[in-house]
């Protein structure tokens, strides 16, 4: 069996688990580097009896010296090859052995997983971000964007007749990742700007998608990126590429502040678990200043009760007796 084949049927294994579109895609493209790095670096055949721990060693070594793939991206590509090998497990040949006899990812150390640098928002930057002039194609994304937090994926596939209106409300109906619906309300002020949106397209059919780019066309995940990237340096926002998932870190910071429930800011995002909103949390610097004006409040009043709780255990003490002679 090839590795191409095999690639193939791992691909139809991810989508009838329910795999997100977005994941059978970048999987599909490690496929595509690991095989194209067998065949044309190595020199091997496309053949699944190539596809040992020698080969996977060679194509981690060789993503790590480009410089230009991070440790974390390589541990994707890793975890898809693994993913590779245990469909590869499941398929028998015509002697009825596995494709795959083993697991060539069983022996490769993989590069210390590295916490990517907290993006998010400053109030001032969001503002000025806010505030850059667009025509309504691009200011409906934005709001949607700052006003949901969705994921980029899950916006750019959304359908006018994703808009639902249950009492007055206005929500967006979504698929996460793992193929699980969602249903997340917009803000009164951003679902009449959408409305606007939609009389200005002459009220397009359901099918029809959300949002466009400068051809008409369904807008892109590259597409929406560039947008946000275009209107943050407009805004003079220099310190990093903000990129859609940038809005969606900044708004969970403006949710928490608001003293929502984990639980709630998590769902508002779409996770499918409640844990997910660890790596979302981030604080701003003020918010230590005050942690610390607090300690040092706490502190004086640890202190101060100290002496009145002492002189309270002094009295309680039994007197002191004279040992027996």
């Known amino acids: 069996m090839t590795l191409s084949d095999l690639a193939d049927r791992c691909r139809e294994y991810l989508a009838s688990r329910n795999k997100s579109p977005n994941t059978v895609a970048s999987y599909r493209?490690?496929?595509r580097q690991f095989?194209?790095?067998?065949?044309?670096?190595?020199?091997?055949?496309?053949?699944?009896?190539?596809?040992?721990?020698?080969?996977v060693e060679s194509f981690a070594t060789a993503l790590f010296k480009t410089g230009t793939v991070k440790p974390n991206s390589i541990r994707t590509r890793l975890s898809a090859l693994s993913t590779l090998a245990k469909v590869g497990a499941k398929i028998k040949d015509s002697r009825s052995r596995?494709?795959?006899?083993?697991?060539?990812?069983?022996?490769?150390?993989?590069?210390?997983?590295?916490?990517?640098v907290e993006k998010f928002l400053t109030p001032v930057e969001l503002t000025a971000f806010l505030e850059v002039p667009r025509p309504m194609r691009i200011s409906i994304a934005?709001?949607?964007?700052?006003?949901l937090g969705l994921r980029a994926s899950e916006l750019?596939?959304?359908?006018?007749?994703?808009?639902?209106?249950?009492?007055?409300?206005?929500?967006?109906s979504v698929v996460v990742k793992g193929g699980h619906p969602a249903r997340v309300p917009i803000s009164p002020d951003v679902a009449e700007h959408l409305k606007d949106w939609l009389l200005s397209r002459n009220m397009p059919d359901p099918p029809e998608p959300l949002l466009l780019d400068s051809n008409g066309k369904r807008l892109s995940r590259g597409g929406l990126a560039f947008m946000t990237i275009s209107i943050a340096k407009q805004a003079g926002i220099k310190r990093w590429k903000v990129r859609p998932h940038t809005l969606r870190h900044t708004l969970n910071v403006i949710r928490r502040q608001a003293k929502l429930d984990p639980?709630?800011?998590s769902a508002l995002l779409t996770h499918t678990s409640p844990q997910s909103i660890v790596s979302y949390e981030h604080l701003m610097p003020e918010e230590l200043v005050d942690a610390r004006a607090q300690q040092r409040r706490g502190l004086a009043a640890y202190l101060q009760s100290a002496t009145g709780n002492y002189e309270n255990e002094k009295c309680a003490l039994p007197p002191t007796q004279e040992p027996d002679a």
Do not use: W
């Not at 790095?37 to 699944?48: G, I, K």
């Not at 795959?100 to 590295?114: C, D, Q, S, Y």
């Not at 934005?142 to 006003?147: A, E, H, S, T, W």
């Open 142 to 147: 934005r709001d949607l964007l700052v006003d």
């Open 156 to 172: 750019c596939s959304a359908n006018v007749g994703d808009l639902i209106e249950v009492k007055g409300v206005l929500y967006l």
């Open 29 to 31: 493209t490690c496929f």
């Open 98 to 116: 596995p494709v795959v006899g083993g697991n060539p990812l069983a022996t490769i150390e993989r590069p210390a997983r590295k916490r990517p």
């Open 263 to 265: 639980m709630v800011r």
């Open 35 to 55: 095989i194209a790095h067998v065949t044309q670096t190595l020199h091997l055949t496309d053949d699944t009896r190539h596809f040992t721990d020698d080969a």
